[in-house]
Structure formats: structure tokens, C-alpha cells
């Protein structure tokens, strides 16, 4: 028995307008659904697939896992991505951390680390 990684599924208020807006970030390809689910193709040696489904409650705590991007330009990436509708979190990571914590619209955390 083998299992293959094929998608990440993240629930969202508004699947559609969280959807569109992560395809924006990565600059992925995707397709809306007749109910408004959203699918983020991630190109060949990016991973699996997106998957934006909607549900009626909104994020309430922290993520228990979240999604970490390296840059090739950490300041040029967190500044476009802020600009796109991110906004920075403290989740306790301290000053002197070399990743910055943001949240996506419906306030998923995730990190831009620094480049290598």
C-alpha cells in the first residue's frame, strides 16, 4: 500500500476570494467550482495541489500547522505579499526571528523565512 500526497485542503469563509487571492501569491493557475471551491494547480516539482473549501465558520485560534515560503528576497516578498492584502502577526516569534509571520485574508499564519 502507497499513499501519494495529492492536495492540501484549506476550509475558508469565502473559498473563492481566499482561493483566488493565494493563486495570486504563488502565481498558480487555478478553477472555481459551481459552488465556489477553488483549486490551485501548483506547478510540476511544487508540491500538491491547493484546495479552498468553504465552510460556514471563521478561524478562531492559531494554526496548528501552517505553510513556510523561502524567497529568493525575504524584505521584496513580505512587502509585495503585504501589499496583495497579508497583514504581519505576532505569534510570539520574538524580535530577533529570521522569518516574518503573516496571515492570509481569513487570517491563516504563515512564514516568509529568509533567503539562503
Same mark, same amino acid.
Given at each position: 500500500m502507497a499513499l501519494t500526497f495529492d492536495e492540501i485542503c484549506v476550509d475558508a469563509v469565502d473559498?473563492?476570494?481566499? *482561493?483566488v487571492w493565494w493563486s495570486t501569491v504563488l502565481g498558480w493557475s487555478h478553477d472555481i467550482d !459551481?459552488? *465556489? !471551491?477553488?483549486l490551485l494547480h501548483a506547478p510540476a516539482g511544487a508540491g500538491p495541489n491547493w484546495m479552498f473549501l468553504g465552510v460556514p465558520e471563521g478561524k478562531v485560534a492559531k494554526n496548528r500547522i501552517h505553510f513556510d515560503f523561502r524567497p529568493d528576497n525575504q524584505q521584496a516578498e513580505v512587502d509585495r505579499v503585504v501589499g496583495l492584502g497579508a497583514r504581519r502577526v505576532d505569534i510570539g516569534q520574538g524580535d530577533d526571528a529570521s522569518w516574518v509571520v503573516l496571515a492570509d485574508p481569513e487570517g491563516n499564519e504563515f512564514c516568509i523565512l529568509a533567503a539562503e
Open positions: 473559498p473563492t476570494a481566499l *482561493g !459551481d459552488e *465556489g !471551491d477553488v
